[in-house]
Nanobody, 125 residues
Framework: VQLQASGGGLVQAGGSLRLACTAS????????VAWFRQGIGNERAFVAGSGWNRGDTFYAESVRGRFTISRDDAKSTGYLEMNSLKPEDTAVYYCSADASVIISSIRYEASYEYWGQGTLVTVSS
């Protein structure tokens, strides 16, 4: 499956952005979907994830209450709504999706085989 991420850009602190991740086929509806990010000098880190079975959602503590992950399986698209953005949210954001990922592994980068190309989010102070 191929993933296409979009929606990044430049925003002022306190602003909002919505990222989208569109999959090339219908396996998306049975896939765990997650967003990771990588800032300059940092390793790629988990941001948010969504299970396909019960719709469970998971968040990194740093974004809880500000970011919301959602999905539209009919469109094979996942979203990351980002509000109250901070300069420390600046990073390249990657979406991932994999039907083999179980909930207990949702936060681990190595769990995912399929990745989008990354979209840059820059938050100015």
């Amino acid at each position: 499956v191929q993933l296409q991420a979009s929606g990044g850009g430049l925003v002022q602190a306190g602003g909002s952005l919505r990222l989208a991740c569109t999959a090339s086929d219908g396996t998306f509806r049975r896939s765990t979907v997650a967003w990771f990010r990588q800032g300059i000098g940092n390793e790629r880190a988990f941001v948010a994830g969504s299970g396909w079975n019960r719709g469970d959602t998971f968040y990194a503590e740093s974004v809880r209450g500000r970011f919301t992950i959602s999905r539209d399986d009919a469109k094979s698209t996942g979203y990351l709504e980002m509000n109250s953005l901070k300069p420390e949210d600046t990073a390249v954001y990657y979406c991932s999706a994999d039907a083999s990922v179980i909930i207990s592994s949702i936060r681990y980068e190595a769990s995912y085989e399929y990745w989008g190309q990354g979209t840059l989010v820059t938050v100015s102070s």
